[in-house]
């Protein structure tokens, strides 16, 4: 049984910085693409980032590109969200996830193709 645990959320003034992490167990970590997702009051859940199994290959959102950087560590089974620059807009709990069958780029940003999710953590971003 894969499980994923984030954290690393909390509250920040707009243009502050946060790391996320998510710790998973249950199965080989390196063998698999991990990626980040968020969810806004009343919106659909949103693809962030993504990373391949070595850490390579990060693919991201247009709205978090050149201020969110993810990574991994797969000697701690960890991958992370280093989030700068943050905007009010910004404000979603944030979850990550992982699956058991491989993507492309395009089907990597679809929320229903991961099978494995986090119990989220909450980001507020204050103007």
């Known amino acids: 049984q894969v499980q994923l645990v984030e954290s690393g959320g909390g509250s920040v003034q707009a243009g502050g910085s946060l790391r996320l992490s998510c710790a998973a167990s249950g199965r080989t970590f390196s063998s698999y693409r991990m990626a980040w997702f968020r969810q806004a009051p009343g919106k659909e859940r949103e693809f962030v980032a993504a990373?391949?199994?070595?850490?390579?290959?990060?693919y991201y959102a247009d709205s978090v590109k050149g201020r969110f950087t993810i990574s991994r560590d797969n000697a701690k089974n960890t991958v992370y969200l280093q989030m700068n620059s943050l905007k009010p807009e910004d404000t979603a709990v944030y979850y990550c996830?992982?699956?058991?069958?491989?993507?492309?780029?395009?089907?990597?940003?679809?929320?229903?193709?991961?099978?494995?999710w986090g119990q989220g953590t909450q980001v507020t971003v204050s103007s």
């Open positions: 990373i391949g199994r070595s850490g390579s290959l990060p």
């Open positions: 996830a992982t699956a058991d069958s491989t993507m492309s780029i395009v089907t990597m940003r679809i929320p229903a193709r991961y099978e494995y």
